[in-house]
């Protein structure tokens, strides 16, 4: 329920004309669904999707889709997250689509995070840190992971490894907690085998927190008109 109230809520921000950038999640899922009513009542606009099952949802839902071939900047987009700091960092990449996610909540006008009070934290790094590793050399990867004081779990799914939408790998990275997100991502970019981390530093725009009772609405940037 809150994250269903988070998620709608969202597509009150959308204008006719704009172009949007669909996250991932269940939280994303309903403003999926909104969206696409939305769209059956004549709301005209464009979206590109951070995974293959954001697509599948909104082509579902009868979502205009593009890509960043005929656009190089989004007016909005509407992203989950795993965990949210005082700051409005997050943690992401708890569904695997962090690389695609990076990409539409970073080219884009205005970022609006959905979440639910679980999310809120006063440091990052409870939730292990999602990073995307190319699958060659993920061993040795892991070991440069672990040299940065995390302990690093290739992510598995029905006992297979999970594979992203780009043919790689997910390394957990469980880190005791994060005191400085931005060097940590920085440092993580640096090591071979590294695609993209989790951290999502300094992107936010807009904050809904889906609670109980309603919704509360965060402007971290007031420039959200
Ligand atoms: C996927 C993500 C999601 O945004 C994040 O995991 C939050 O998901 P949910 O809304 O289902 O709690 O980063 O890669």
Redesign the pocket.
């Known amino acids: 329920m809150e994250?269903k109230l988070a998620g709608e809520k969202a597509t009150e921000y959308i204008k006719d004309g704009m172009t949007i950038g669909l996250?991932?999640?269940?939280?994303?899922?309903w403003t999926i669904q909104k969206l696409g009513e939305l769209v059956s009542q004549g709301l005209q606009i464009k979206a590109i999707p951070?995974?293959v099952d954001t697509e599948r949802l909104a082509k579902k839902a009868g979502i205009p889709l593009t890509t960043f071939a005929e656009v190089d900047m989004l007016d909005l987009s509407i992203?989950?997250?795993?965990e949210v700091d005082a700051m409005y960092n997050l943690i992401?990449?708890?569904?695997?689509?962090?690389v695609r996610?990076k990409f539409i909540d970073t080219f884009t006008r205005k970022f609006i995070i959905?979440?639910?009070e679980s999310?809120l934290v006063s440091r990052l790094g409870s939730f292990p840190l999602?990073v995307e590793v190319i699958p060659f050399g993920w061993e040795v990867t892991c070991q440069s992971l672990a040299e940065l004081g995390c302990t690093p779990v290739l992510r598995k799914r029905n006992d297979e490894r999970f594979i992203s939408d780009n043919g790689n790998y997910i390394v957990d990275c469980h880190f005791t907690g994060i005191d400085d997100p931005a060097s940590l991502h920085s440092r993580l970019k640096q090591l071979l085998g590294v695609v993209e981390t989790?951290l999502f530093i300094d992107l936010t725009t807009l904050m809904i927190v889906g609670k109980r009772d309603g919704v509360e609405v965060v402007s971290p940037k007031k420039n959200l008109t």
Not at 23 to 29: E, H, P
Not at 79 to 82: E, I, Y
Not at 92 to 98: P, Q, V
């Open positions: 994250k996250g991932t999640g269940s939280t994303v899922y951070s995974s992203d989950g997250a795993d992401k990449g708890g569904g695997g689509a962090l996610e959905v979440v639910d999310k999602p989790g």
